[in-house]
Nanobody, 125 residues
Framework: HVQLVESGGGPVAPGGSLRLSCHVSGYTWDSYCMGWFRHIPGRQREGIAV???????EVADSVKGRFTISQGTSKDTLYLQMDGLQVEDSARYTC????????????????????WGQGTQVTVS
C-alpha cells in the first residue's frame, strides 16, 4: 500500500532555509498528484504546493517566490525547498499523494488526495 514519510523539519531562525523530503512508496499510478500542506493548530489546513506527473507545479501565493516543490530523479521522493522562512511559516508540514487527473491537482483541493504522511514540524523563531 501507499506510504509517505516526511523528514527534514526542525527549528530554524527567521530568514533561514530548510528542505523537506517526502519518501513515497507503494504507488503504481501512471498519473499522480503529490503535494505539501501545512497545519497550524486552530487554523484550517493550507495547501502549499503540488506537483503533477508531467512536472507541472502550483505554489500557493503565500509562499510563492520562497518555496519550491520538486521531485527526485528516482521519483520516489518529493521535496519542498523553503527559503526566506518567516515566523508565520511555523507549522506541521505534511505530504500527500493520489492518482488523479491534472485538473484535480490544485493546492486548494487537498481533500482530493487520498494518502497522507504523518508530517514534520517546522518551527521558525
Amino acid at each position: 500500500h501507499v506510504q509517505l514519510v516526511e523528514s527534514g523539519g526542525g527549528p530554524v531562525a527567521p530568514g533561514g532555509s530548510l528542505r523537506l523530503s517526502c519518501h513515497v512508496s507503494g504507488y503504481t499510478w501512471d498519473s499522480y498528484c503529490m503535494g505539501w500542506f501545512r497545519h497550524i493548530p486552530g487554523r484550517q489546513r493550507e495547501g502549499i504546493a503540488v506537483f503533477y506527473t508531467d512536472g507541472s507545479t502550483e505554489v500557493a501565493d503565500s509562499v510563492k517566490g520562497r518555496f519550491t516543490i520538486s521531485q527526485g530523479t528516482s521519483k520516489d521522493t518529493l521535496y519542498l525547498q523553503m527559503d526566506g522562512l518567516q515566523v508565520e511559516d511555523s507549522a506541521r508540514y505534511t505530504c500527500a499523494a493520489a492518482g488523479l487527473p491534472s485538473s484535480y491537482c490544485k493546492v486548494t483541493l487537498a481533500p482530493s488526495l487520498t494518502y497522507w504522511g504523518q508530517g514534520t514540524q517546522v518551527t521558525v523563531s
